[in-house]
T-cell receptor, first 113, second 113 residues
Framework: GESVGLHLPTLSVQEGDNSIINCAYS??????FIWYKQESGKGPQFIID?????DKRQGQRVTVLLNKTVKHLSLQIAATQPGDSAVYFC????????????FGTGTQLKVEL | DAGVIQSPRHEVTEMGQEVTLRCKPI?????LFWYRQTMMRGLELLIY????????DSGMPEDRFSAKMPNASFSTLKIQPSEPRDSAVYFC???????????FGNGTRLTVT
């Protein structure tokens, strides 16, 4: 049969607007979460992380929110710029899973001028 | 500050040939990871090492795949014999320890014809 690739959800925003990228996770034992940005032809780049004992963490222009009750993670990017266009992945580490990260399928962010 | 270095950047080979991918982790990082990225499956963990010892190789697809880490500054991922379905981007990542983000190289794009 015909192979079908992953269909990445796409978020299109205007330059200067705020972006919110969402991620759902299923493992209630996950205790560490990371957001990565991947540009074409490059490896994933670390953006920001958060541990399960926190519900919010801020970096430069980025904020990560963690809602453990509904197992939901979000990345907010303020004043989105063309250079923010990329695929964004959330990743989680299980408290009993050693040091390995499990990645989500990713969201394509497109910034329109 | 050198990041994770992978070689080659691109590899094109014929089915049945042996392929060796190489990785130099960031100095001082004691965990090393091999991931594979495809459109079908996204980012999948193949194997990871702590202090040069393989900890979890449950993601290695089959016996054709093998990975070694002879010292703290070098790792290889070998596929023998290679098959067209092995075509993917293979990423190496390193981390200073549990609960720290992974730092990725820029990957090796493997094409098996």
């Amino acid at each position: 049969g015909e192979s079908v690739g992953l269909h990445l959800p796409t978020l299109s925003v205007q330059e200067g607007d705020n972006s919110i990228i969402n991620c759902a996770y299923s493992n209630s034992a996950s205790d560490y979460f990371i957001w990565y940005k991947q540009e074409s032809g490059k490896g994933p780049q670390f953006i920001i992380d958060i541990r399960s004992n926190m519900d919010k963490r801020q970096g430069q222009r980025v904020t990560v929110l963690l809602n453990k009750t509904v197992k939901h993670l979000s990345l907010q990017i303020a004043a989105t710029q063309p250079g923010d266009s990329a695929v964004y992945f959330c990743a989680e580490k299980s408290s009993g899973g050693g040091n390995k990260l499990t990645f989500g399928t990713g969201t394509q962010l497109k910034v329109e001028l | 500050d050198a990041g994770v270095i992978q070689s080659p950047r691109h590899e094109v080979t014929e089915m049945g040939q042996e392929v060796t991918l190489r990785c130099k982790p960031i100095s001082g990082h004691n965990s090393l990871f091999w991931y594979r990225q495809t459109m079908m499956r996204g980012l999948e963990l193949l194997i990871y090492f702590n202090n040069n010892v393989p900890i979890d190789d449950s993601g290695m697809p089959e016996d054709r795949f093998s990975a070694k880490m002879p010292n703290a500054s070098f790792s290889t991922l070998k596929i023998q014999p290679s098959e067209p379905r092995d075509s993917a981007v293979y990423f190496c990542a390193s981390s200073p320890g549990t609960g720290s983000p992974l730092h990725f190289g820029n990957g090796t794009r493997l094409t098996v014809t």
